[in-house]
């Protein structure tokens, strides 16, 4: 079998309650030259996985069970002979022309290695909630440092995608900002101003659950890249958490009635 034009990394928790409707999203893209590499992290996931894979000889079940989810992305790209990688998570879903879109991004210039784009974040029962925080922000290598504004939809050339390093564990909750703090480094990466993406915020997906975790990840991927661009000579690094109380109406993605 020849290799396809992207690989579709696709992570998956739990009961991947949401993983037919993020497949169903990719099968209606106007790109058919695709491959998926479903990632189960454990067996509940793995199962979903097996039931799935029978639906579509495109999609393939990688031995990732009891991987993190690093090792997971690493692994099945690995294995890849892809043109251009990206990943596209077991909870969300893609808008109608989005791979295309960005594809066509990426043709543009053979010098761009990233294209991200856009997203809405939703609920379980798919209410948009309001744009993806950060995403609106003009993009630059130096901006990237401050906020992490590319994601959580983007397409990489796997020169790029290998040449930064790939997914690596070393910030095991900030995976994919110590991917594109990387990249920035390497690569030229453009911002496609469209929304994309629909990313599912519940209350056990990772920034929610691991929410604590995530901005000390973060914080410790953006020192490592202080440190590769030699700013560590000139400035200080330091983390700051404001501490305030609030009360204020149940989010719409914060509670069981959310969930069930």
Partial sequence: MSAPML?????????????ASALDSLRAQDVSDWQAALCPLDEAAHAAAL???RLDPRLQVIATLGMAEADALAHAASASNAEFICVLDGDDALEAGALRTLLDALAADPAIGMA????VLVDANNRVLGPGPLCELPYSADALLMDFMTGPLRIMRMQAYRAAGGHVGTHADAIEYDLCLRLSEITRIVHVPQVLYRRRIHPLAPEVARWAEGIEARYAAFVDAVRRRGLDAEY?????????HILQPLRPFGGAGNWG
């Fill in 7 to 19: 690989q579709v990394l696709v992570p998956m928790r739990g009961d991947a309650r949401f993983l």
């Fill in 116 to 119: 991200y784009s856009r997203h």
């Fill in 51 to 53: 039931a799935s894979s």
């Fill in 236 to 244: 200080d690094c330091a983390l700051h958490i404001d501490s305030w």
